[in-house]
């Protein structure tokens, strides 16, 4: 299971254009993970799974990742 968390900001367009982003690059390392997004707001956290979006989490990948969230803005657990 992968969490990607993010904040959210002032600018919505921005924040889908990011989540595109981030989505863009799930979508190339298909896979049967699954992936949880963690939304911080100001007050409030979102976490909600991520539908229809399955990876096979690798060193690549999560380095790519890191570029987007950072290091802290990823969590992976493994099931099972």
Known sequence: KLTITIRETEDEA???AFLEQIKTLLEEYR???EVYL???QEEK???LKW???YVEYSPDLQKRLEKLVS???L???KIG
């Open 31 to 33: 896979g049967k993970d």
């Open 75 to 77: 969590k992976v657990e």
């Open 38 to 40: 963690k939304i911080i």
């Open 14 to 16: 921005q924040d889908e």
């Open 71 to 73: 290091a802290e803005g």
């Open 45 to 47: 956290v979102t976490n």
């Open 51 to 53: 539908p229809n979006i």
